[in-house]
């Protein structure tokens, strides 16, 4: 199964573009690359996913390099309410082929956005 | 059109008590799953179910049952309670072949 690599926290200015990265070295070239945050004891929130092509949604824009090694999410203009744990999952191919989705979460990415 | 419900919010039990926390969706996903998150760390699967009458083991299953007679509820079972079982358990299900998986608020859980 792949695993997925974040830094443990960043910091983002409000109103600049925050980009969080994720390494996924050993993807295989069925998994998709989700994208999850958390904000303080809530539940996780889904945000956007993609295999090969960069995504776009009216929360964020995933861009996935060429070799689908790495990702980035980018929320373009941080608020206050943005600060969350931002996770970087793949999807796991279940027993059940493809209708399984036994998605692993990582300890993610604690982004503060500052005023 | 509630979402996933889970209860109770909070509970607070001895060691060696048993108890059930409650998972409910009226979306009628086939998937479901719950996972448990300890301070400091992400999120850990304990176990997941593909459908009624199908359950399956995630990262972290000992200590814990499950059973899925329905589509709408999941409920997860702790037999006999152990202090390392204090975290906050969420639900989360999926309709099956989407990619989008449907969070319930949590239920804190302390074992003392």
């Known amino acids: 199964d792949a695993k997925t690599t974040q830094p443990p926290s960043m910091d983002c200015a409000e109103g600049r573009a925050a980009n969080l990265p994720c390494n996924h070295s050993t993807i295989s070239g069925n998994e998709y690359v989700y994208w999850y945050r958390q904000i303080h004891s809530q539940g996780p929130q889904y945000i956007i996913h993609g295999l090969k092509n960069n995504e776009t949604n009216e929360m964020a824009s995933l861009i996935i390099t060429e070799d689908r090694k790495s990702s980035t999410l980018i929320l373009p203009h941080a608020t206050l309410r943005d600060t969350a744990v931002y996770y970087c999952?793949?999807?796991?191919?279940?027993?059940?082929?493809?209708?399984?989705?036994?998605?692993?979460f990582g300890t993610g990415t604690l982004l503060a956005v500052q005023p | 059109n509630a979402g996933v419900t889970q209860t109770p919010k909070f509970q607070v039990l001895k060691t060696g008590q048993s108890m059930t926390l409650q998972c409910a969706q009226d979306?009628?996903?086939?998937?479901m799953s719950w996972y448990r998150q300890d301070p400091g760390m992400g999120l850990r699967l304990i176990h997941y179910?593909?459908?009624?009458?199908?359950?399956d083991q995630g990262e972290v299953p000992n200590g814990y049952n499950v059973s899925r007679s329905t589509t709408e509820d999941f409920p997860l079972r702790l037999l006999s309670a152990a202090p390392s079982q204090t975290s906050v358990y969420f639900c989360a299900s999926m309709r099956s072949g989407a990619n989008v998986l449907t969070f319930g608020a949590g239920s804190r859980l302390t074992v003392l």
């Open positions: 999952i793949v999807r796991v191919a279940g027993d059940y082929g493809g209708a399984t989705n036994k998605l692993i």
């Open positions: 179910s593909v459908g009624a009458g199908i359950t």
């Open positions: 979306m009628n996903h086939e998937y």
